[in-house]
C-alpha cells in the first residue's frame, strides 16, 4: 500500500513540476525567449486545443455547405429525390390497403357474407325504423323565430354588402417582404409555388399586408416556416427562416417584421427566403404584384 501511494505522489508531482524551456543566442548566448510549463499544463493547452479544432470542424460541416463534399452524403437534388420517393410509398401502401379491402369486400360478397363495414340487415331495419319516427313539423316556437329574423333581416342591406365587396388584389397595396435578388422564380421546377429572394443572412422578413399567424414551425424540407392569414381569402408563406419573431394567433400590421433570413430546412442551397402568395387556394406569382428590388 505504501508503495503504491508513493508511485501515485511521484506521478502527481511528475505533473506538477515546472519545466522551465529556453532560447538562447548562439554567439552571444543571451536568452531570446524563455517560459515555464508543467506536464499538466501541456496536456491540458493540447487537450483544449484539440476540443476547439474537433468542434470548429462538427460546426462548419453541419451549418454550411462543406457537408455537399463528403462522400456518401446525399446533395439538395438527391435528398430531394429521396423525400419525393418516400410520398410516393406512402401514397402506393395506401392504394394497395384499399385494393385488398376492395378486393377482400368482393369475396365476401361472392361467398354470401356481409362485408366488413357494411351494415347488417336487422341494422339497416333498426336505421329506418329510428329516421321514420324523426317528426319534421314545425314547432310553434319556430315559427315565431323564423317570423323574428324575417322581420329583423327584412331591411337590411349586409347582405347586398357582402356580395358587392370584391378583393381586387391588382390595386392593392402589398408591402416587400425583403429587398434582394430573385434567384428561383414561380414555377421554375415542379410544385415549386413561390419565389426564392437571396437577401443579407439575418436581414428581417416582413408581413406584406395586415393580418393573423395561423401557422409557425420547423419542417425538414422548409425549416422555419410561417403563414398568415390576410383578409379576403389571401395567405402569405414564408420559408427557410433563421429566427421566428410572431407565434401562432399573433396579429401582425403591414411591414411589421416576422422572421429572419436564414439557411435553415433540407431543401435550401444558401442564406434566403422562400415567398408563397395564395389567393382562394390557387398559388399566384408574387412578381406580378410585388417588386423586391
Given at each position: 500500500?505504501?508503495?503504491?501511494?508513493?508511485?501515485?505522489?511521484?506521478?502527481?508531482?511528475?505533473?506538477?513540476?515546472?519545466?522551465?524551456?529556453?532560447?538562447?543566442?548562439?554567439?552571444?548566448?543571451?536568452?531570446?525567449?524563455?517560459?515555464?510549463?508543467?506536464?499538466?499544463?501541456?496536456?491540458?493547452?493540447?487537450?483544449?486545443?484539440?476540443?476547439?479544432?474537433?468542434?470548429?470542424?462538427?460546426?462548419?460541416?453541419?451549418?454550411?455547405?462543406?457537408?455537399?463534399?463528403?462522400?456518401?452524403?446525399?446533395?439538395?437534388?438527391?435528398?430531394?429525390?429521396?423525400?419525393?420517393?418516400?410520398?410516393?410509398?406512402?401514397?402506393?401502401?395506401?392504394?394497395?390497403?384499399?385494393?385488398?379491402?376492395?378486393?377482400?369486400?368482393?369475396?365476401?360478397?361472392?361467398?354470401?357474407?356481409?362485408?366488413?363495414?357494411?351494415?347488417?340487415?336487422?341494422?339497416?331495419?333498426?336505421?329506418?325504423?329510428?329516421?321514420?319516427?324523426?317528426?319534421?313539423?314545425?314547432?310553434?316556437?319556430?315559427?315565431?323565430?323564423?317570423?323574428?329574423?324575417?322581420?329583423?333581416?327584412?331591411?337590411?342591406?349586409?347582405?347586398?354588402?357582402?356580395?358587392?365587396?370584391?378583393?381586387?388584389?391588382?390595386?392593392?397595396?402589398?408591402?416587400?417582404?425583403?429587398?434582394?435578388?430573385?434567384?428561383?422564380?414561380?414555377?421554375?421546377?415542379?410544385?415549386?409555388?413561390?419565389?426564392?429572394?437571396?437577401?443579407?443572412?439575418?436581414?428581417?422578413?416582413?408581413?406584406?399586408?395586415?393580418?393573423?399567424?395561423?401557422?409557425?414551425?420547423?419542417?425538414?424540407?422548409?425549416?422555419?416556416?410561417?403563414?398568415?392569414?390576410?383578409?379576403?381569402?389571401?395567405?402569405?408563406?414564408?420559408?427557410?427562416?433563421?429566427?421566428?419573431?410572431?407565434?401562432?394567433?399573433?396579429?401582425?400590421?403591414t411591414g411589421e417584421a416576422i422572421a429572419r433570413v436564414g439557411n435553415s430546412g433540407e431543401l435550401?442551397?444558401?442564406?434566403?427566403?422562400?415567398?408563397?402568395?395564395?389567393?382562394?387556394?390557387?398559388?399566384?406569382?408574387?412578381?406580378?404584384?410585388?417588386?423586391?428590388?
Amino acid at each position: 500500500m505504501a508503495t503504491e501511494e508513493k508511485v501515485k505522489k511521484s506521478l502527481v508531482e511528475k505533473l506538477k513540476s515546472k519545466y522551465r524551456i529556453a532560447i538562447f543566442n548562439e554567439q552571444t548566448y543571451e536568452e531570446v525567449f524563455g517560459m515555464r510549463l508543467s506536464r499538466l499544463n501541456v496536456f491540458t493547452t493540447v487537450g483544449l486545443a484539440m476540443f476547439i479544432l474537433i468542434v470548429s470542424v462538427i460546426f462548419l460541416i453541419a451549418f454550411t455547405g462543406l457537408k455537399e463534399y463528403i462522400p456518401g452524403y446525399p446533395s439538395a437534388h438527391q435528398r430531394r429525390l429521396i423525400i419525393q420517393n418516400a410520398e410516393r410509398v406512402d401514397s402506393l401502401i395506401v392504394e394497395i390497403n384499399r385494393r385488398d379491402k376492395f378486393f377482400k369486400d368482393i369475396r365476401s360478397i361472392i361467398s354470401g357474407q356481409v362485408p366488413e363495414g357494411a351494415l347488417s340487415a336487422e341494422d339497416s331495419i333498426q336505421q329506418d325504423i329510428s329516421q321514420s319516427n324523426i317528426n319534421f313539423k314545425k314547432s310553434a316556437q319556430d315559427s315565431i323565430f323564423r317570423d323574428q329574423v324575417e322581420k329583423e333581416e327584412k331591411f337590411s342591406l349586409s347582405v347586398f354588402e357582402e356580395k358587392s365587396q370584391k378583393f381586387e388584389l391588382e390595386n392593392s397595396f402589398l408591402f416587400t417582404p425583403i429587398k434582394g435578388v430573385i434567384s428561383n422564380k414561380y414555377g421554375a421546377t415542379e410544385g415549386h409555388y413561390g419565389i426564392d429572394i437571396v437577401s443579407e443572412p439575418g436581414a428581417h422578413v416582413s408581413s406584406v399586408l395586415e393580418g393573423t399567424v395561423t401557422f409557425t414551425g420547423w419542417t425538414v424540407e422548409t425549416g422555419y416556416v410561417i403563414q398568415i392569414q390576410h383578409s379576403n381569402n389571401l395567405i402569405s408563406v414564408y420559408k427557410h427562416n433563421e429566427l421566428l419573431l410572431k407565434k401562432m394567433g399573433d396579429h401582425v400590421t403591414t411591414g411589421e417584421a416576422i422572421a429572419r433570413v436564414g439557411n435553415s430546412g433540407e431543401l435550401t442551397t444558401g442564406p434566403h427566403l422562400h415567398f408563397e402568395l395564395w389567393y382562394n387556394g390557387v398559388a399566384l406569382d408574387a412578381e406580378e404584384y410585388i417588386s423586391f428590388k
